[in-house]
């Protein structure tokens, strides 16, 4: 297990995929986690397979990879497989609540698997408007009419639920949180001590606690060099884009530049 990700299971389902590419069809994944897609695109490059990943938009975090039979092998995008008579089996859900009270991502997420639904079945969550009242959901085709049918409420709130075509979805401006700050080196937990506003000895043991990642990968060594750009996962404090770390100030420090994801 690697940041709470079962590594042997997600190499036998990708395996299995590979197969079926294998056997001229089109292998296609459930939605992965960032953390799985990396992985899975680790696994995928030691035997060089031919794949694209598509999740619904672009710059979708979770994203379904289909594994390429040969006669698709220089498909670039999910455009090229809709043109071979093949679906990417995803479906795209708006969510309408009658707004009277502020919905989150956690909300809607958790009114979905209280429905029983595996989270391997639904994609990103977009939350629309200044107070949640609306969503845009990515999900498995299979499971969408059983979304629309049974899905009655967000929280306490009344909902209206609608399949829409993928080219209609408006998708809201991602928030981030900009960090701008200097440090004495681009060791690990001098970084984490920065983004996460603690002390360096706080930030050291974090690291060697196990619940720092780089890159969606578990690091332990405090003294690790970072090098930038690159996705910094601290359990408990949240996601970091990394941008920069490098111009020395007059006093010999780093110029760390940096956001978070809200």
Known sequence: MSGGIELDALYARLDDLCERADRGELGISDFLSPAELHYAKKHLSVTKRAYICFGGYADAERQRIYLLPEYLEEARDVSVLLEYGHSCEVCTLELVTDGYRKLTHRDYLGSLLGMGIERAVVGDILVCGDEGESAVVFCDQRI???????????????????????????????????????????????????????????????????????????????????????????????????DSVGEKTKKGRYRLLAHKYL
């Open 144 to 242: 969408s009419a059983y979304i629309c049918e049974q899905l009655a409420r967000i929280a306490n709130e009344k909902v209206r639920v609608r399949r829409i075509e993928l080219d209609a979805v408006e998708v809201p401006e991602r928030r981030f949180a900009q960090i701008c700050d200097t440090v004495a080196s681009p060791r690990l937990d001098c970084i984490v001590a920065a983004v996460c506003s603690m002390s360096r000895e706080k930030a050291r043991e974090a690291v060697e606690s196990g619940i720092v990642e780089l890159d969606f990968e578990r690091e332990e060594r405090a003294d690790r060099t970072v090098s930038a750009p690159c996705i910094l996962s601290v359990r408990g404090k949240g996601r970091f884009n990394i």
